[in-house]
């Protein structure tokens, strides 16, 4: 009886060390990101996913948030892979000088721009709660339209 427990307890301890790891594979999400309308192969497109609605829409100060940056010419097959399930939004800017910003002119954006759910766009960007979209395990697409105004 006793050598049964033993190796009960041994196996019990073996599948708890493994357990966080099974765990987070199967709780994982991703999003795949389509960029559809930059009007040219200049610069960078950037990307910026945040759950915070007050780091929206540049995950400023969000040491959570998830930015990349890809030549304008590479934007086929993002992903953003390693995600907890929760409700997130997602930012993307065509930079096109490279400067790491999105350019302005008397407050209106002079590069492409755009956000998960294309949301109609108004003065400003819009609402955390206008562009959110939930993330649970598995694979969530999010197609994003640039817009450009100048």
Known sequence: ??????????CAALIAASAPSIALA???GEVEVAVEGLRNARGQVRLCLTRDPDHFPDCNGDPAAV????PAGQT????LGGLAPGTYALSVIHDENGNGRLDRFMAIPREGFGF???PRIRMGPPRFEEVRFEVGAGR????IRLRYLL
Request: glycine fraction near 8%; avoid cysteine.
């Open 1 to 10: 009886m006793a050598s049964i427990s033993v190796s009960g307890i041994a």
């Open 26 to 28: 199967f709780q994982a």
């Open 67 to 70: 930015k990349r940056s890809l």
């Open 76 to 79: 086929a097959g993002i992903r």
């Open 116 to 118: 998960s759910r294309n």
């Open 140 to 143: 969530v697409r999010q197609t």
